[in-house]
Nanobody, 116 residues
Framework: QVQVLESGGGLVQTGGSLRLSCAVS????????VRWYRQAPGKSRELVAT????????LYPDFVKGRFTISRDNAKSTVYLEMNNLQPEDTAVYLC?????????WGQGTQVTVSA
């Protein structure tokens, strides 16, 4: 069973930065695409970034462009999400989803809290 483990969340002031990590326990990690989602209380899960397999192409929704950067280190089987200029509305649990084809693996999430 592939395990996905997020880390790096915490409490940060408005305008601050955090770097989240997502470690995937599969030696064939290069074949996985990875997405970061977030879920705030009372809100639906929201996609914040994607990085493709092999080509490592980053993809973002408009609301995070220029603030969030997704990257991957295939040697470490890890994906990172660098978040800058954080705002209170970015407060949420951030979840990592590693997938290949129709097979998906999820982590438990890491809490990000941005104080006003």
């Amino acid at each position: 069973q592939v395990q996905v483990l997020e880390s790096g969340g915490g409490l940060v002031q408005t305008g601050g930065s955090l770097r989240l990590s997502c470690a995937v326990s599969d030696g064939d990690f290069i074949r996985y695409a990875v997405r970061w989602y977030r879920q705030a209380p009372g809100k639906s899960r929201e996609l914040v970034a994607t990085i493709t397999s092999h080509e490592s192409t980053p993809l973002y929704p408009d609301f995070v462009k220029g603030r969030f950067t997704i990257s991957r280190d295939n040697a470490k089987s890890t994906v990172y999400l660098e978040m800058n200029n954080l705002q209170p509305e970015d407060t949420a649990v951030y979840l990592c989803n590693a997938f290949r084809g129709t097979t998906h693996f999820w982590g438990q999430g890491t809490q990000v809290t941005v104080s006003a």
